[in-house]
Every structure is written in structure tokens, then in C-alpha cells.
């Protein structure tokens, strides 16, 4: 009976260890270079801070992205916060997505680079690059035009007209709720989205 006690204690543990993780972003750094990978949730703008905040020899100037998207609060404030650091960011198309909240935090880079963007087919299709679409309810479906937030979509136009890229909105409108648009290099360069296909 004890061993069956101990056994759900460490069963609901390592289950609390790893849905944790799992509902953050995750934060790496090496020599100024920092990584930002996951989905983002409430909260993540918070660790974000407290991720820059922390003492190091060599301060962080290069944030890379890699993110299906997520809240947009969290995407817009963790945007903002990389403006203010002045950070450039990267998104390397051939290796990682920057999605929907996560274009948000691209865009707050005060140089933006879309490595391997000239590789991308415009349009719909594919799973790689910048990808944008109106804001929706969490926990919608996508049969469901009711689940469209449009008040979260005035707020991440908002947000990318006042980093000085209104024009990424044209592309959020472009995409249906239930589709992306990936914009590849030359589109994203001639919107000013991006600043560089090359690494930084």
C-alpha cells in the first residue's frame, strides 16, 4: 500500500516535471546569442524578462526564433521588450518557423534577419519561415469564423505598425483562420518585415 502511495506520488511528480516545460518558452544563450523555442503562453513575457535580466559576461545581442506562435499578449510584450534591448533577430526558414505571436517578437528586433528566406514558396503551403494569420480564440476550431479575435487582431496591427512594419498586417489579413501565409525574402524585404536574408 505504501509502494503504491509512493509510486502515484512520483507518477503525478514526473507528470508535473514535464507538462511544466512543456508550457513555456524555452531560453538558451551562448557568447550573446540567445534561442527562443516553443509555443508562447501567459507568463512567458515575464520569464522573457527575467531571462534578459540575468548577469552575464557577454550581453545578449541576437535573438533566435522558433515558435509556432501563441498568446498574443505574450508575443507583443516579449516584442516590445526586444526593441527596448535593441536585439536583432533571426528566423532561418530552412530550419524553423516563426509563427503567428512569434512574428510579433520578430518584428521587435531592431535588425531583422529572414536567413534562407529567399528559399520559401509564397503562399500557403509549407512549414518553415515567417508565417502570419489573424488572431483567433484560444481553443478554437477551424470551422468556426465565430473564433476569430478581432480585437486580438487590431492589437497585433497595433503592435506592428508602432515597430515600424505596418505592412506585415497585409499579410495577417491575406490568410484565412484556419491557413498561414509565408511571405518568402523579396516580400518580406520590400514590407520592411525583414531587414536581411543573410545571417547576422
Known sequence: MIV????????????SAVASPAQAVY?????????????????????????????????????????PGGRVNAGIAIG???RVARLTTVVDASAARCDSACTYIFVGGVNRHYVNGDS??????????LGFHPAHRKGATVRDDATLLE???????????A?????AAELMDKAAFNT?????????????????????
Open 4 to 15: 503504491g502511495h509512493v509510486a502515484r506520488a512520483l507518477l503525478a511528480g514526473l507528470a
Open 27 to 67: 531560453l538558451s544563450e551562448s557568447n550573446g546569442v540567445a534561442t527562443l523555442q516553443g509555443a508562447l503562453v501567459e507568463g512567458d513575457a515575464d520569464r522573457f524578462k527575467a531571462f534578459l535580466a540575468a548577469p552575464r559576461a557577454v550581453p545578449i545581442r541576437v535573438l533566435y526564433l522558433s515558435s
Open 80 to 82: 516590445r521588450q526586444v
Open 120 to 129: 520559401v514558396y509564397e503562399g500557403f503551403s509549407g512549414n518553415s519561415g
Open 151 to 161: 480585437a486580438g487582431s487590431e492589437r497585433a496591427r497595433s503592435h506592428y505598425a
Open 163 to 167: 515597430m515600424g512594419v505596418p505592412r
Open 180 to 200: 498561414l501565409f509565408r511571405p518568402n525574402g523579396r516580400t518580406a524585404l520590400q514590407l520592411r518585415i525583414a531587414t536581411s536574408l543573410a545571417a547576422p
